[in-house]
């Protein structure tokens, strides 16, 4: 990287993060061509895009031609709706009609009394998750009427509707007097495993408040994330709604994971050390380095969401050579035993690949017991980023 692609704070950087926008838009490209003929494919890009920048995602997939995008707050939706208004000159090889037309942007949290006024004037689209959150929107919309989402829980006990609630919409369609609804969605709660039983009684429930919600014509019904594209056209309805596969993280537990890997983390070598005398490395001093071992300090801890139960867990590489992380996970800094590599390629400065393709998303993941999702939105603020591809 050359030093005019670091941003001035990011001098000294204890790691480089790279985020490659043709690879999340090949992954969008490879669900949306897994669906069913009529479904369209949204984005998920709540939590700053899994913590790899909503904005570049965001407008890299608006070129690509995703036209309806999800974010958890109101805050992120506003974010959104002017990131997309700044930087996304649409290629002059699309249509009058598709260019011109605004992104959708759903805020799955939905609205509350201090934040519905701010939600219409950016023209977000709330997702309604209860009868109160209805009645806001509903007061909003007295003057001109405004689109909606209603989320019906189908066996999350998160957000959404019960069955109840869904019945008296039903029986009183003047609880959305105002709203337009545009789409009914549920959310899956076991779709990465393919045979779990849930995931079948879910759809057959989302099929039935369908049925009973059939007099709002909702034109359009979502139910799938990542993992329940990969259940079937039957999950596929009118919209999916991936994150965690658009950003490399493998959609099914069990099968090979087809999605391509969007990020490269790597860790600088700030010292290293040959141990003449066996001694412990790190807090706790819960590692000892026998005599001959070669040790290197690199300038990544917790605080850059290299997490610290990978403590004495996690593998990394320096090239081809497989490294393993010795001792503690302190704050800034991890301890590496580079024994294995030759001495030329780990000289403070040099990198050392803590993500990549050798090892990925999940791979570390699975070394912090946690998951990928929780990896990425991690990653934090600290790390010199660089956004490779045609919409960087
Ligand atoms: C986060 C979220 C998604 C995206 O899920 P992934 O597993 O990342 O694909 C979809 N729908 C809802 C309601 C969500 O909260």
């Known amino acids: 990287m050359s030093p005019s692609e670091v941003s001035p704070r ?22 949306a061509g897994r669906l069913r003929p ?49 930087g996304a000159a649409p290629p002059a090889r699309e249509s009058v009609a598709t260019a011109t037309a605004e992104a959708e942007i759903c805020v799955f949290n939905g609205p509350d009394r201090s934040s519905a006024a701010v939600m219409a004037d950016a023209r977000l689209t709330p997702v309604l998750n209860h009868l109160g959150q209805a009645r806001v929107w509903s007061d909003t919309a007295a003057s001109a009427p405004l689109p909606a989402w209603l989320h019906v829980d189908t066996g999350m006990t998160r957000l959404g509707f019960d069955e109840a609630e869904a019945a008296k919409i039903a029986a009183d369609p003047a609880c959305l007097s105002g709203i337009r609804v545009e789409a009914i969605m549920s959310h899956l709660a076991c779709a990465d495993q393919p045979s779990h039983g849930l995931n079948d009684e879910q759809r057959r429930r989302f099929e039935s408040v369908l049925e009973r919600l059939a007099s709002l014509h909702p034109p359009r019904r979502s139910l799938a994330n990542s993992s329940g594209i990969f259940l079937g056209p039957d999950y596929h309805y009118d919209l999916v709604r991936p994150g965690a596969a658009l950003y490399g993280v493998a959609p099914q537990r069990t099968a090979p994971n087809p999605m391509a890997q969007v990020v490269n983390l790597k860790g600088k070598i700030l010292q290293t050390h040959v141990i003449d005398t066996p001694r412990s490395v790190g807090y706790g001093a819960t590692h000892r380095a026998e005599r001959g071992r070669r040790v290197a300090t690199v300038a990544v801890g917790y605080a850059d ?23 503690r996970v302190s704050m800034d800094l991890i301890t590496v035993d580079v024994t294995d590599v030759p001495e030329s390629d780990v000289r403070p400065g040099d990198f050392v690949d803590l993500i990549g393709p050798l090892h990925t998303v999940d791979d570390l993941a699975r070394e912090a017991g946690t998951i990928g999702y929780e990896v990425l939105t991690s990653l934090g603020p600290r790390y010199a980023r660089r956004y490779l591809g045609a919409a960087a």
């Open 10 to 31: 990011h001098v000294g950087a204890g790691g480089e993060l790279t985020i490659d926008l043709d690879a999340i838009v090949a992954n969008w490209k490879l669900l």
């Open 38 to 86: 009529d479904a369209r494919c949204g984005a998920v890009v709540k939590a700053d895009a899994y913590g790899l920048g909503m904005a570049p995602v965001a407008r890299a997939l608006w070129a690509a031609g995703c036209r309806t995008f999800f974010v958890a707050l109101p805050d992120e939706g506003m974010a959104l709706r002017a990131a997309l208004a700044d």
């Open 305 to 327: 969401g290299y997490f610290r139960a990978l403590s004495g867990s996690a593998r990394a590489h320096v090239g081809q050579t497989p490294v393993q992380v010795i001792g």
